[in-house]
């Protein structure tokens, strides 16, 4: 019998199972001359010294409710700090732990300068002491051999397909 999620107060699975989790974001692309992409590097304690598959397109969770250009376009915002180009083009959903659905965009931001929301964390663990840290804790602009290396493993289809659509 379905019942309310303990985890997601409101939210009732069909057949008592948990509805997917929903993720959107925006990959953003350059020409510097060949195509580069800009990927954040996962902030907090778990992806600190870690480099390999620890980046990520700008993206976050949303609730079915919110269109997933919407939520990418407030996601992008939340961990850049700088608003979507008005083009998208969508990638497409890729569906692992969650369902994730990215946008591709044109344009050219200052890595440097990108100023992520935060998130609590509780550090260390069973401490009793709440932490703050970036979403992304730094951006770079990467060429696609070296995205391959450091994006998220369930990303990476999101760069064939940006690489189908505009080009390599």
Known sequence: MPGRLPDRPGL??????????????????????????????????FWARKDEHAWSIPKGEHTADEDAETAARRE?????????????????????????TVFAAEGDLDADAVLSNTFSLEWPPR??????FPEIDRAAWLDLDTART?????????????????GG
């Open 76 to 100: 992008f915002a939340e961990e850049t700090g700088s608003p979507a180009p008005a083009d998208l083009l969508p990638l497409g959903v890729v569906k692992g732990s969650k369902t994730l």
């Open 150 to 166: 450091k994006l998220v493993k369930g990303q990476l289809a999101f760069l064939d397909r940006l690489v189908d659509a505009v």
């Open 12 to 45: 009732i699975g069909q057949h008592g199972r948990v509805p997917p989790r929903l993720s959107s974001g925006v990959l953003l692309y350059r020409r510097a001359p060949e195509l580069q992409v800009l990927l954040g590097h996962m902030g907090g304690p």
């Open 127 to 132: 401490s009793g002491r709440v932490q703050e």
